[in-house]
């Protein structure tokens, strides 16, 4: 019964979601303190190439290599994050632009690809990688098992950020000062709450969200790094957060329903099941998927329009005029 | 000491031009300091740069090659982003086009006509391809107020897919099923003499070869700011791009005009997927490190915002950042890695954004001036 | 005589600058332990600059503020809360999205508001008490934007008084509500001088503040023109100060013009707004030529989807616009322009103008179709006609390429009335709000415009939240109530006016 397509694709689903899930969590973040951070893929390929390269050079135990790997990672996601940070909000520029500007800078064409061939990292498998974390015995378990316990640390992990960011935004006040940040800054800048370091903190963490989620395509999914591994994951978490309307817990179904359809090719394949001209189809599903909830999404009533932080996408300038 | 930013009131001339190039001109300092910290030394590096784009034998014929995409996808993306509609799509709508473009030539010059019919028949192919591509993020845009940023960038991998399918996956009527070489490795089917777009030589250097794209990019630039400058149509853009609640109020018909300015970008994408096919590969390049790996649609939306939108000032700037696509191609490997090129047109772009502000407002460094001393309140009258 | 003890708030020289502008030129202002102290001034005085500089949002270029005689620099707008001076903007400061509990909890420093975990529920009952203890109630657990304007403004008294501000500053507060909720209000606010607060009234409109206020401090062009106790002044005395000089203010006199024929006809229109609720619910109307319709209400009732839906901005489930005889029956603004219906909208930067764009652009928006030889345009004609319009309509602006943003208000309002008219003569002109935030001078004009219009023979339907407003231009008086309509009877008659802004006019109706 574990075999069946379904509950492979469940626990795959799980597995390849897991990325698309940390990427998403961060960009909500970002996005609600006001900042559209479209640089997502290119922060994400930067985690993945340095979190990779942490686990080929660092000579350590594999729980120490690992765990490096992922702080490397976020930093590096962090750091890009910073750049899109500084213009946006200090210079106000366009975020539109600057998140392009990021992705070409720091993605497939850019920083990612120059530091993964500078530094020799191709066409080499991990040294250390993510593995399940219970017992063969428990993952054997009818259903549950393969999709709850074989998966590895990192996706236990992303379930607590689910939690931890969910309790962070509807209980606590930083968590309500955010908000009115990504509401009305004019309204929290009155109060007293310093939009601008919100707005900084915010994006950066999202970063460091998005380069933890590249860490785990190189180091858990596929331990090898490739040009531009991502395939546009990053793309796929802004419209999840999107679809989720802002809400972690949404963020968490959504981005396991795409890891699914990620997954389905491979499986697909294994299976000698042919729908079409496979590949084609198989891979071009996630991206049509994608675009047209997305349409479904945007296409609702007023209601569902006023999901999004009233004030994304626009600089906050305390003294007009 | 305190600095203030405040709003300009008026937007000097001469900051519009400095601006930009003073970007350059950081964006290689910074690039500089990344090149030093992976162990390259820049002097040579850059000195390799320049040479390579512009100074070798032959080496502004291979600009030119690299420019000529660069001006279709840079017209694109500023023909689209001045209406501010994002259209990230121009990637992907130059795949299509290449495609649309590629089975023109296969067909109408494998009957046999005169080439200029022929061609003229890739350049109108290559366009609708382009514009059916791009149509589908502006209906979503306009009749389902889908963001376009999102769908017209998560298209650009349907159509690589596509692209790939058609000559590696298949065998369809872009493959070369004949020969040797094609059970060895896939290729596209090259197309036959009369589709082949002809240019012009130019003798300097060694002689230089324009190719007939190139022609056609210069036109579209023309015809881009005859539209947006001249006409109701462009007027109407104009005030669009602006505030849509003011255009509701003129008239304007928003979803027409959405269609419209996605059609258009979308043509001109297309017809650089043509000129790819006619000009430079002369078949299908289906092969995912081929025109896939040239990231011309992103390339181009650095050159449009360096250009800030301007149809013109996109052609020059296109042929400058094909020199540093050239350059890169030439001297990939160990001493020019791959990547760099990428990174240093994202600090370009960074440093163009950066200096949006400098351009709309000014900044003024300057100490607190102190009031009167307080007395003693006197009495209301 | 004030003695040192008893001053609250006292600025000293203060001046304001921004780039082309002196907002506050060295003015003193000082206000008085449980006083009310009106500041007064028309638009554009540096009313609300001044307040903006002792709440923290600007920072004063020079001048000292002392608070209860001890000086104080305020550099961000929680500095001034927390030492208990609070304001009620014109623009609510408020998290739409947010519940009041929520946005109270929101600015709370003390006690429980400086604990990580956050429980809205248990600001609630102080919400009620404070509602009842001040005549302000309002429910707890409604988010902002489902609440009125007025009500809105309750929740940011609330918060002031949340937040035991002991200088409360009010800036224009009466433009959202109607006139007896206006009397509530300085009920409320005589309630909060009288337990020892400050109050301080921003306001343009004189009956207002010979109402509430203890003294007056006037301010005109950036400067201080004097400080008067209410009880020494009067209406013109006031006057001549705000303005400096007696204006003759035209007023439209009564059965001046004979009216011709009605010209445009509303009859049983529905619509919706923006949140998918009804905003017209059978609104029937007609407007004669020559004769200026005056509609009155408080803002939100409708009249911004009524202004829309004649435009042909907005579509309406039901009912029909007549023109003459001509019936419009789908809304498209091209249609509406064509049938000879100018549109003046209350939202000049939003609606009436292209910001970044330059002013002759603007001043084609509508008629740029026709100055075209096919689909080109004609851009030297367009720009012989630009600089003709702002000659004739004297628009101060550096020239025809400037971007219309720049412009000053009264400009921009020029610019949108000059494109209106320059078709020739309307047949209609809509005009919601045409004088919000301007000076003097520039409403002058602006009431020149509609006088003549009227005149000339144009049917004009004036919306307008200023009953000063209506009161000096109308043959006829509607007020509009949650999407409807009805009129005035006795246009002398303050009550009923105010009656109907409220709803309630029911049994007069009834009555006859």
């Not at chain 1, 990672?73 to 539109?96: D, E, K, N, W």
């Not at chain 2, 405040?6 to 300092?29: G, K, N, T, Y």
């Not at chain 3, 919706?272 to 009804?278: I, N, V």
């Not at chain 3, 809509?430 to 049917?459: K, M, N, Q, W």
Request: one cysteine or more.
């Amino acid at each position: 019964m574990n075999n069946s397509l379904l509950i492979v694709l469940i626990a795959s689903g799980v597995a390849y979601g897991t990325p698309l899930l940390y990427a998403a969590l961060g960009e909500l973040l970002a996005e609600r303190s006001g900042v559209l951070n479209l640089g997502v893929e290119g922060m994400m390929l930067v985690g993945a190439v340095m979190g990779f390269w942490t686990v080929q050079r660092l000579h350590a135990t594999t729980g120490v290599a690992l765990v490096a790997a992922i702080a490397v990672a976020a930093v590096a996601g962090a750091m890009m994050a910073a750049i899109h940070a500084f213009l946006v909000i200090t210079l106000r520029a366009s975020q539109i632009v600057s998140g392009l500007a990021l992705t070409i800078f720091a993605g497939v064409y850019g920083l990612s690809s120059y530091l993964g061939n500078n530094l020799n990292l191709a066409d080499q498998p991990a040294r250390h990688s993510f593995s399940a974390v219970f017992p063969s015995s428990m993952q054997k378990w009818p259903i549950v098992g393969p999709i709850v316990f074989g998966q590895n640390v990192l996706v236990y992990v992303s379930w607590a950020c689910v939690v931890a960011i969910s309790l962070y935004l509807s209980r606590t006040r930083p968590g309500l000062n955010l908000r009115a940040v990504g509401e009305s800054p004019a309204a929290a800048d009155t109060m007293g709450i310093n939009v601008t370091a919100y707005r900084y903190v915010h994006t950066i963490a999202g970063g460091a969200f998005a380069g933890i989620g590249g860490a785990t395509v190189t180091l858990a999914i596929t331990p090898q790094w490739v040009d531009g591994i991502t395939y546009g994951a990053g793309w796929i978490a802004i419209a999840l957060v999107i679809f989720a309307f802002w809400r972690p817990e949404l963020c968490l179904v959504g981005a396991y329903f795409f890891g699914a359809l990620e997954a389905l090719a491979p499986q697909l394949q294994a299976r000698n099941i042919q729908l079409g001209p496979t590949v084609l189809w198989t891979s071009s599903l996630p991206y049509v998927m994608t675009i047209l909830v997305l349409v479904v999404v945007s296409s609702g009533t007023a209601r569902r329009r006023l999901g999004a932080p009233s004030a994304l996408g626009n600089a906050y300038v305390r003294e007009e005029r | 000491m305190r600095v203030t930013v405040e709003r300009r009131l008026r937007q000097p001339r001469w900051l519009v031009v400095a601006v930009p190039i003073a970007s350059v001109v950081f964006a290689l300092a910074v690039a500089a300091l990344v090149l030093l910290a992976t162990g390259h030394n820049p002097l040579t590096t850059y000195h390799q740069l320049v040479d390579a784009a512009f100074l070798q034998t032959g080496s502004l014929g291979q600009t030119l090659i690299s420019a000529t995409p660069l001006a279709f996808t840079g017209l694109a993306a500023a023909a689209a982003f001045r209406m501010k509609l994002f259209n990230i799509g121009a990637e992907g709508q130059m795949y299509m086009g290449a495609i649309t473009g590629a089975a023109a030539g296969l067909y109408l010059g494998g009957r046999g006509g005169p080439s200029a019919f022929v061609i003229a028949s890739m350049v109108v192919a290559g366009c609708v391809g382009g514009v059916v591509w791009a149509l589908i993020p502006g209906i979503l845009r306009a009749f389902f107020k889908t963001n376009e940023i999102l769908t017209s960038l998560l298209l650009n991998y349907v159509a690589g897919y596509v692209l790939t399918y058609l000559i590696f996956e298949s065998e369809s009527y872009w493959r070369q099923t004949k020969g040797f070489n094609a059970t060895v490795f896939p290729t596209g089917k090259p197309l036959p003499h009369s589709a082949l777009w002809p240019g012009w030589t130019i003798h300097a250097q060694g002689g230089i070869a324009v190719p007939l794209g190139a022609g056609f990019g210069l036109l579209a630039a023309v015809v881009v700011w005859l539209l947006y400058s001249r006409t109701r149509f462009g007027f109407e853009a104009q005030v669009l791009g602006d505030s849509d609640r003011a255009a509701r109020y003129a008239g304007v018909r928003v979803r027409r005009k959405i269609l419209s300015v996605m059609a258009l970008s979308g043509a001109i994408a297309g017809l650089g997927g043509a000129s790819q096919v006619g000009d430079f590969a002369h078949a299908l390049d289906g092969d995912p490190n081929g025109l896939q790996k040239q990231g011309f649609g992103y390339s181009g939306i650095v050159v449009a915002a360096l250009a800030r939108y301007n149809p013109f000032a996109v052609v020059l700037v296109a042929f400058l950042i094909g020199g540093l696509q050239n350059a890169g191609n030439t001297l990939q490997g160990a001493t020019f890695p791959a990547g760099l090129v990428g990174v240093i047109q994202g600090i370009i772009l960074f440093s163009a954004l950066g200096g949006e502000l400098l351009i709309r407002h000014r900044i003024r460094i300057g100490r607190r001036v102190k009031g009167p001393a307080p007395t003693s309140p006197e009495p209301a009258a | 005589m004030a003695d040192a003890a008893t001053i609250a708030v006292s600025m000293r020289g203060i001046t304001k600058r921004f780039p082309g502008v002196v907002a506050n030129d060295r003015v003193d202002f000082e206000a008085a332990v449980g006083e009310v102290h009106a500041l007064l001034g028309e638009n554009g005085a540096g009313k609300t600059t001044l307040s903006h500089v002792l709440t923290g949002l600007y920072r004063a270029d020079e001048g000292h503020i002392s608070l209860y005689g001890k000086p104080v620099r305020f550099t961000a707008p929680r500095e001034a809360i927390d030492a208990g001076v609070c304001m009620v903007h014109q623009q609510f400061r408020l998290v739409e999205r947010f519940t009041v509990a929520e946005n109270l909890v929101l600015g709370d420093r003390r006690g429980a508001g400086r604990s990580f975990r956050i429980d809205p529920s248990a600001v609630e009952s102080q919400v009620r008490e404070l509602g009842e203890r001040y005549r302000l109630p309002v429910d707890p657990h409604a988010r902002i934007w489902q609440l009125s304007v007025g009500e809105q403004q309750r929740v940011e008294i609330l918060n002031a008084l949340y937040q035991n501000a002991k200088v409360l500053i009010l800036d224009e507060p009466t433009s959202v509500l109607t006139p007896d909720e206006a009397d509530t209000l300085f009920e409320t606010l005589r309630q909060m001088a009288g337990e020892g607060r400050t109050v301080i009234f921003i306001s343009h409109k004189l009956h207002e503040v010979m109402a509430v206020s203890d003294r007056i401090t006037v301010l005109r062009a950036g400067r201080l023109v004097g400080t008067v106790r209410t009880a020494d002044a009067t209406l013109q005395s006031l006057a001549s100060l705000m303005v400096g000089h007696d204006i003759e203010t035209r007023r439209r006199s009564r059965g001046a013009q004979p009216v011709g024929p009605e010209v445009l006809t509303v009859e049983d229109l529905w619509a919706d707004g923006d949140r998918g609720t009804a905003a017209l619910k059978g609104v029937s109307l007609t407007v004669r030529e020559g004769e200026i319709v005056a509609v009155a209400g408080v803002a939100g009732n409708g009249q911004r989807e009524l202004a829309e839906a004649i435009t042909g901005l907005r579509p309406c489930r039901k009912g029909t616009i007549r023109v003459g005889d001509e019936l419009l029956d789908h809304a498209d603004p091209r249609t509406s322009f064509d049938a000879g219906i100018g549109y003046v909208p209350e939202d000049r930067l939003g609606t009436g103008v292209a910001p970044n764009l330059p002013i002759s652009m603007n001043l084609e928006l509508r008629s740029f179709r026709n100055n075209s030889f096919g689909p080109l345009l004609r851009l030297r004609r367009m720009r012989a006609n630009a600089e003709e319009a702002i000659e004739r309509f004297e628009i101060k602006t550096s020239g025809p390429q400037m971007q219309t943003a720049q412009l000053s208000g009264g400009n921009l309002q020029k610019v949108v009335i000059a494109r209106e008219f320059s078709s020739g003569k309307l047949t209609v002109l809509v005009a919601a709000s045409p004088t919000r935030g301007l000076d003097v001078a520039a409403v002058e004009t602006v009431h020149s415009y509609l006088l003549d219009a009227a005149e000339s023979g144009t049917a004009v339907l004036l919306l307008s939240e200023d009953l000063d407003e209506i009161l000096a231009l109308n043959d006829r008086i509607l007020v509009m109530y949650e999407g409807r309509l009805s009129e005035v009877q006795n246009r002398d008659s303050l009550e009923e006016i105010s009656l109907r802004m409220a709803g309630s006019a029911d049994g007069l109706d009834a009555a006859r």
